[in-house]
Structures are given as structure tokens and as C-alpha cells.
């Protein structure tokens, strides 16, 4: 039987004439891919990513497959052309996120439990808007998203909403590449975001060299399964959650949405409370941190160097709110039921499981935190968190509640 036939895949990209200069440079690292830059209709108007999505989504090329949509202010991974049609090829039917930002409310542990899990692929969360700094859909769907878009006007602002409320009533699955293919820039942003925090990818492919069948060899749908658990309600729902580590504080967040709470509220429950609630025991978390978080350590500590009370660097609290953080998602990517579990011990595995608690830190500590370590001192911190998901994977408790759907 013939192979299928390779994907042929149309690009355009969403410009504003702020970032003309950069946008010849992107092109060029797009090779052989020939972008179509679409320029936002209406600069001078107030920010609306929307305005300029509505034109993009429908800029299909004849005869394309897939359609790609960007934003101007992406950095691609090394040979992103190569892996970008790969990937369309394992996953043709679905949504492709090339990216998902480092601090998402659900979307970045999706992607970070996948990468722990040693997982290709991340399920993302229906209720989340889908990342569209770099997005591939199937071209019929493309289209039907640029006609979803047009209905709504240009002051309504984020096309990323609309993709997730286009994406639900299609059934079209959304998944997030692990590791991305791109990166997001650094430059202010346009649309308004500069103060939405960290702006950076949850684990980048340009910063860890992993081989182009390291997606095929776990490309099938139930690769790293989102878990629910039971919540005490009248329904008898079950929901998903994810572990949050933000303002150096870990949390537990369920979506539950028959509350109609929206996805980013700034409400988690406390990991100490809730634990039980994803099958855990927060004694023993406090244990392990005690009992194995110093048995890493780099011998004894000199005075001033991070970690002991009394001298600068992350108090004891900080650090066990990051060993929890860590101990529940070890716990949780234990559990996944993956069909492709060898992946897990590739030897690129370890860097991308580094690379996803290296950004989860980054954006999750305090900036007194972050200051008053230093780098070295943010990196012990992240070795930490790394012994916490060992730990966590190792001393997993199954069957307080928590089951996989």
C-alpha cells in the first residue's frame, strides 16, 4: 500500500506594521514555506488580534490540506518546516498548537504533565481559549473558523476564545506539540498582553535537540489522557484539575464548569486541603520534602548560599510549595496510561522534563523570590522540583478518588 501523500500546507501570518522589520526575518526561518503576510486591516484602531484573524483563517491557499495561522512575533524552532509537516501528518485531523504560554491556567500543566509523562502530545483544556500564537487546522476547518470569526465584531478583541467556542461545536480535538515548535518574542505586545505576565513557552523545542520520530512513536489519541476526579456536588460530576504554582505558592485547580467560573479566576484551592481530592496524602508530601528534598543537595550549605532561614535566597516555604507543586505532577504523569512508554526514556526525555519545570519555576516564583536567588539559586530551585516529581512518582498513591477519563 502507497504512503499517504505529504501534507500540503498554506501559512499566513498576522502582522502589524510596529513589527515590519521583523517580519522579513520570520519568513526566512519559515523556508521552504511561503507565507502570506496579513496586515492587520486597521492599525490605528485599537487592539483586536480578532481583526486580523477574521483575514487570516481565511486565507486558505488552493489546494492546501492544512492551513497554518501565526503571529508576527514568533521565534520557530530549527528546521520547523521538516517537523511542522511531520507532525500534520501524524495528527491530520486535529488542531495543532505549536505553543502554549508558560503560565496558562490548565494548557501549561496539560503540556508540562506530558512532558514529565514523556508524552509528544498534550490534550488541552475544551474550556481554555486555544493558543494562537502558532495554530495548524485542517483546511475545511480553517475556513469555517474564518466564517466562525467574521461573525463577531472587531471590539470583542481575542480571536482565541472564539477558536475554543469553534473548535467545541466542531469536535475538533485540540493538541499541544511536546516539545513547541516555536517560541514566543520578547518584544511589548501589541494586543495588550504586556500585563498578563510571563510570556514564554512552556517547554521549546529550540532549546532541547529531540529526533523527528519522537512524535510518531506516541501519536496515538489516549497518549497522555487528562485525569478528572469526583467533587461532592448534587451531579456527581467528575472534573479535570491541574497543579498551579504561582506567587510561590502551589494550588490545586478544578474546572468546573457547570459553575460557570471563568478558566483564569484567581482562586485554587490549597494544596494541603485538597490533595486527598487527586490521590494524595499531604503528610507524606510534607515528609518526602523533610526525608529527600536535602538528600540532593550539594552537601552542606556555606553561609548566604539559598535555602536556610535567616539568610538570603527562597525561605523554607517557598521551597516546600515548590516540592509540592512537583510531588503532585510526578504523582499525576505516573499514572498516565501511555502506549508508547519506552519515549519516556529517550535520552532527550530528562532535558525536556528540566526544560518544562525550568519555565514552570520561572514564571511561578515571586520576583523577591527570583531576586533573591539569583540564577544558580532559581536552578537548585529547579532541581528541587525535579527530585519532587521523582518523588511523587515513586511513592504514588492510587485510589483516593482520582481516576482517568
Known amino acids: 500500500m502507497p504512503d499517504a501523500a505529504p501534507p500540503e500546507i498554506s ?83 486535529d488542531a495543532i498548537a505549536l505553543y502554549v504560554n508558560g503560565n496558562s491556567p490548565h494548557n501549561s500543566y496539560h503540556v508540562r504533565r506530558a512532558a514529565v509523562a514523556g508524552s509528544a502530545w498534550a490534550p488541552l483544556a475544551p474550556a481554555e481559549w486555544v493558543p494562537t500564537l502558532g495554530l495548524v487546522l485542517p483546511a475545511g476547518a480553517a475556513r469555517g473558523l474564518g466564517a466562525h470569526l467574521r461573525g463577531y465584531p472587531d471590539d470583542f478583541r481575542d480571536d482565541d476564545e472564539l477558536v475554543a467556542e469553534y473548535c467545541r461545536a466542531e469536535g475538533i480535538s485540540v493538541v499541544a506539540v511536546v516539545p513547541h515548535l516555536l517560541e514566543h518574542g520578547t518584544g511589548p505586545s501589541i494586543a495588550g498582553n504586556d500585563g498578563h505576565g510571563h510570556r514564554r513557552a512552556t517547554v521549546f523545542a529550540g532549546r532541547v535537540r529531540v529526533p523527528p520520530e519522537r512524535w510518531a512513536a506516541d501519536s496515538g489519541p489516549d497518549s497522555c489522557p487528562v485525569r478528572h476526579v469526583p467533587l461532592p456536588c448534587p451531579y456527581s460530576y467528575s472534573y479535570s484539575y491541574s497543579v498551579e504554582l504561582v506567587a510561590s505558592r502551589c494550588g490545586i485547580r478544578v474546572l468546573r464548569g457547570f459553575a460557570g467560573e471563568p478558566v483564569e479566576h484567581p482562586f485554587s484551592w490549597g494544596w494541603r486541603e485538597w490533595a486527598p481530592l487527586v490521590g494524595a496524602d499531604p503528610r507524606r508530601i510534607s515528609g518526602s520534602f523533610r526525608d529527600r528534598a536535602e538528600a ?97 512518582a515513586r511513592e504514588r498513591n492510587d485510589g483516593i478518588g482520582a481516576r482517568s477519563a
Do not use: N
Open 11 to 93: 501559512v499566513a501570518v498576522m502582522c502589524h506594521p510596529a513589527r515590519r522589520e521583523g517580519v522579513a526575518e520570520l519568513a526566512a526561518a519559515l523556508r521552504p514555506l511561503r507565507p502570506r503576510l496579513v496586515w492587520d486591516p486597521d492599525p490605528d484602531a485599537g487592539p483586536s488580534p480578532l481583526r486580523t484573524a477574521k483575514l487570516a483563517w481565511s486565507a486558505v491557499a488552493p489546494g492546501a490540506t492544512h492551513h497554518l495561522v501565526l503571529q508576527d512575533d514568533v521565534m520557530p524552532a530549527p528546521d520547523f518546516a521538516d517537523r511542522l509537516a511531520a507532525l500534520v501528518s501524524l495528527r491530520d485531523k
Open 296 to 392: 540532593g543537595a550539594r552537601g552542606p550549605r556555606r553561609h548566604g548560599e539559598p535555602g536556610r532561614p535567616g539568610v538570603p535566597g527562597a525561605p523554607d516555604r517557598t521551597r516546600l510549595e515548590v516540592w509540592a507543586a512537583g510531588y503532585l505532577l510526578g504523582l499525576d504523569a505516573a499514572r498516565a496510561a501511555r502506549p508508547a512508554a519506552a519515549v519516556a526514556d529517550a535520552p532527550f526525555a530528562a532535558e525536556l522534563r528540566i526544560e518544562a519545570l525550568r519555565s514552570w519555576i520561572d514564571s511561578g516564583i515571586t520576583e523577591r523570590d527570583a531576586s533573591a536567588l539569583g540564577e544558580s539559586g532559581t536552578e537548585d530551585l529547579v532541581r528541587l522540583c525535579a527530585r519532587a516529581v521523582e518523588s511523587g
